[in-house]
């Protein structure tokens, strides 16, 4: 059974950054396709950024040029490096580990970008 577990979030100002770290535990991050979601108040779940077992990178519109997924594989770790953060990025992030029909999710951790 996989346990994920994020970290990083916190408050920020508009044009700040933050580094959210997912650290895996019982699985093996580079067997895994790997996201980071995001919730905002009232608002469904949308995929922020993903990175696959064979490192292909995708990126919401919303997140392009701006943020960065990168996967450690010796920390078990996948990282979320946000830039120029706006208000509208506040929300509860979430990174999640798939592979074929097993799907793991971390509890979340709360991004604020006060205006």
């Known amino acids: 059974q996989g346990l994920l577990a994020e970290s990083g979030g916190g408050l920020v100002q508009t044009g700040g950054s933050l580094r959210l770290s997912c650290k895996a535990h019982?699985?093996?991050?580079?067997?895994?396709?790997w996201g980071w979601y995001r919730q905002a108040p009232g608002k469904q779940r949308e995929l922020v950024a993903s990175?696959?077992?064979?490192?292909?990178?995708t990126y919401a519109d919303s997140a392009k040029g701006r943020f960065t997924i990168l996967r450690d594989n010796a920390d078990h770790t996948v990282v979320l490096q946000m830039n120029d953060l706006k208000p509208e990025d506040t929300a509860v992030y979430y990174c999640s580990a798939q592979l074929f029909r097993s799907r793991y999710w971390g509890r979340g951790t709360q991004v604020t970008v006060s205006s």
């Open positions: 990175i696959s077992s064979t490192d292909s990178i």
């Open positions: 019982g699985i093996i991050p580079g067997r895994y396709n």
